[in-house]
């Protein structure tokens, strides 16, 4: 399926309506209404009109067309890694990074209401659960534990829209309770993330950085990517420069580029802005010993780093 359960397109088709009004006061998100995500774009963006939108790609496609004014996506969670592969996606998009948001998630299990005099349904009579995989890593002991079989969904809400759909009483969905609310699904229980700090990171993203704008004396993100030449230690002489400019790197990912499996990307967060010595000299160092440096975006950090 390569489109929204039935259930939530009235949801969305009004969401859509609201956005279209005003196109770049609206945030697209991938998701059904309800997904940890447009909880993110009401939360971290309050006067925007959340757009839905299916996949990351469309969310993304929705900031270049002009049809969203940003974007805000989910790229880290705290207890299972990486949420989208923003590694690819963002790069190839050609947008910034315009901003971050942390979000703590909670997860609940729910399952299609009882018809007339059939019974509620319990943890004992759910036998699997939908929903986006992130939300089932989350929930990992909690499913094993109680025997339910983890099936992927594209978005938690919309594994809740579709099992309201299929209404069988044994397939239970793991997503926000509101989404229990908006498709009329019962909660089996709340909390079953298996972490109580379970917190994601989102980054807000638009065509035009904001590098600019951004106030020196408030501490900066700076996000960008590299690819080291293929030469030995050329990550270790990267990293040297970070160390003795004394910037602090908060995040470093490795992914590998095309087949050959000899070219590595390196995915990195500095805390600090282009612009001060330190940040230009150790970046000047990276980009001497790269094939490729590209800054994705300078933001205010939306939480203390250190
Ligand atoms: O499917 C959702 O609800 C999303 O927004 C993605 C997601 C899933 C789990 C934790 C954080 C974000």
Redesign the pocket.
Known sequence: MMDFPELALPIIEEMREAAKLNPANAIA???SP???????ALEARPDMAPLPCYGFVNALDAVKSGEAGQAII?IE?SH?GR??DIHFLLPESGLSIVGEYF?P?H?ALMAPAPQKDEARPTLKSIKAAY??P??LG?SRAFLREHDIVPLN???????AAHVAELGDPTIGAI??AISAQLYGLDIVQDHVEDAAD?M?R?VILADKPTFLSVDPSKPAMTTFIFEVKNIPAALYKVLGGFATNGVNMTKLESYQVGASFSATRFYADIIGLPGDPAVDRALEECAFHSKELRILGTYEQARKRG
């Open positions: 998100f991938q998701g309800g997904a940890n995500s447009h909880r993110a989910p969670n299972n949420v989208a979000l998630i997860h929903s986006h992130q939300a989350q969904f594209i978005d938690t809400a919309g594994a997503s926000p379970n994601t989102f």
